[in-house]
């Protein structure tokens, strides 16, 4: 497992706390653009971790709820009568991902600490 990816995967984390605040969906489709595909990127690295399967859902579902983030920014942006609509969809796909992707780093960060008193 690479220090890198786990980088990345905070980095895509740190960016979906930002966006705490429903005024913050207006700059929304142009700073997660790419989050999505980071995340795939880093699954791709991540196919050897003990129990890969549960890693590789969390990490696919992490995906599909960037996408959504997405989506409702830019459906937010083009129809004004959908925005309350819009902000609720934002705030709880990126929601989700923060905690999918908040679950994937406290497992991989979990490193196995030596006896003490050796």
């Known amino acids: 497992?690479?220090?890198?990816?786990?980088?990345?995967?905070?980095?895509?984390?740190d960016l979906l706390t930002t966006f705490d605040e429903?005024?913050?969906?207006?700059?929304a489709a142009d700073e997660?653009?790419?989050?999505a595909d980071k995340v795939v990127a880093c699954a791709a690295e991540l196919v050897d971790v003990p129990e890969p399967e549960n890693l590789q859902l969390r990490l696919s579902f992490a995906v599909k709820?960037?996408?959504?983030?997405?989506?409702?920014?830019?459906?937010h942006r083009r129809n004004p009568l959908t925005r309350p609509l819009s902000?609720?969809?934002?705030a709880l796909n990126t929601g989700k991902a923060r905690g999918w992707l908040q679950g994937i780093l406290e497992?991989?960060?979990?490193?196995?600490?030596?006896p003490s008193g050796a």
Do not use: C, N, Q
């Open 1 to 13: 497992m690479s220090s890198e990816v786990i980088a990345a995967l905070r980095e895509v984390h």
């Open 22 to 27: 429903p005024s913050r969906i207006r700059r």
């Open 32 to 35: 997660l653009e790419g989050a």
């Open 65 to 75: 709820a960037i996408r959504a983030a997405e989506k409702a920014a830019r459906a």
């Open 87 to 90: 902000h609720a969809r934002f």
């Open 107 to 114: 497992k991989l960060d979990a490193a196995p600490t030596p």
